[in-house]
């Protein structure tokens, strides 16, 4: 079975196409492409790069079996932008939809490598938040935690995992007491769509479930309840 699987939920769009059995539960998800273009414009970028990957791939759009949609947290335009675009391929084609978090496809290259430690995947989630957590280097077991929206002091970590992602980078300074950080120019920070592959669940589920995993409130609805006219 073919995977189309995409995600924009960082400043990277990325987008893979990857072979499973026709069974996801069993056998392994190969990645045949994956394109990953740094953009700020995912509406302009995201279906584009789609198409891009499956014709290296030399396959169509009909031949896909699922589409595999990242939802956050991280940009909230570009989570919506993501689960916007999955949801109507999928209900303009028939084909299966599936999501999975971008946390846990930063984390996925990072635990196939490490050497049997923790995983602690933090996105930079501005107003000098980070989005953050950690998964255990058993990786059925799924994650440690909850998915956490604090500032970079208030995180806790034992163990020395290994930290990784764009919000590690940014905050390096406050986060290298934690664990082990990799050199900023490492692949491991940022959320790749084969990451998503390999860590997401591919059972179907309907449109209407591919919604974007904000963690915290959008932007749009700060400023509007700062803003006196909408109370009126």
């Not at 956490?148 to 986060?175: H, K, N, S, T």
């Given at each position: 079975?073919?995977?189309?699987?995409?995600?924009?939920?960082?400043?990277?769009?990325?987008?893979?196409?990857?072979?499973?059995?026709?069974?996801?539960?069993?056998?392994?998800?190969?990645?045949?492409?994956?394109?990953?273009?740094?953009?700020?414009?995912?509406?302009?970028?995201?279906?584009?790069?789609?198409?891009?990957?499956?014709?290296?791939?030399?396959?169509?759009?009909?031949?896909?079996?699922?589409?595999?949609?990242?939802?956050?947290?991280?940009?909230?335009?570009?989570?919506?932008?993501?689960?916007?675009?999955?949801?109507?391929?999928?209900?303009?084609?028939?084909?299966?939809?599936?999501?999975?978090?971008?946390?846990?496809?930063?984390?996925?290259?990072?635990?196939?490598?490490?050497?049997?430690?923790?995983?602690?995947?933090?996105?930079?989630?501005?107003?000098?938040?980070?989005?953050?957590?950690?998964?255990?280097?058993?990786?059925?077991?799924?994650?440690?935690?909850?998915?956490?929206?604090?500032?970079?002091?208030?995180?806790?970590?034992?163990?020395?995992?290994?930290?990784?992602?764009?919000?590690?980078?940014?905050?390096?300074?406050?986060?290298?007491?934690?664990?082990?950080i990799p050199a900023d120019?490492?692949?491991?920070?940022?959320?790749?769509?084969?990451?998503?592959?390999?860590?997401?669940?591919?059972?179907?589920?309907?449109?209407?479930?591919?919604?974007?995993?904000?963690?915290?409130?959008?932007?749009?609805?700060?400023?509007?309840?700062?803003?006196?006219?909408?109370k009126v």
């Amino acid at each position: 079975m073919l995977i189309l699987a995409f995600d924009s939920s960082t400043n990277d769009v990325a987008v893979a196409v990857a072979r499973t059995a026709e069974d996801p539960s069993h056998g392994t998800r190969e990645i045949l492409v994956e394109i990953s273009v740094p953009s700020r414009g995912a509406s302009e970028a995201l279906l584009p790069a789609a198409h891009a990957a499956l014709d290296l791939a030399g396959a169509s759009l009909g031949e896909v079996g699922r589409i595999l949609v990242g939802v956050g947290p991280g940009t909230f335009t570009g989570i919506r932008i993501a689960a916007a675009a999955g949801r109507s391929l999928a209900l303009a084609t028939g084909i299966p939809l599936s999501k999975g978090s971008t946390l846990a496809a930063l984390a996925a290259p990072a635990l196939s490598g490490s050497e049997g430690g923790d995983v602690l995947a933090i996105i930079d989630a501005r107003r000098r938040q980070v989005f953050a957590q950690r998964f255990p280097a058993e990786k059925d077991d799924g994650p440690l935690e909850e998915i956490l929206c604090v500032y970079p002091a208030e995180l806790r970590a034992d163990g020395a995992p290994l930290i990784i992602g764009d919000g590690a980078v940014r905050y390096r300074e406050a986060l290298s007491g934690l664990g082990s950080i990799p050199a900023d120019a490492s692949p491991l920070h940022r959320a790749t769509a084969s990451g998503l592959v390999l860590s997401a669940d591919l059972t179907p589920v309907p449109a209407a479930e591919v919604v974007p995993l904000y963690v915290r409130e959008p932007d749009a609805e700060v400023r509007r309840d700062l803003n006196p006219w909408s109370k009126v």
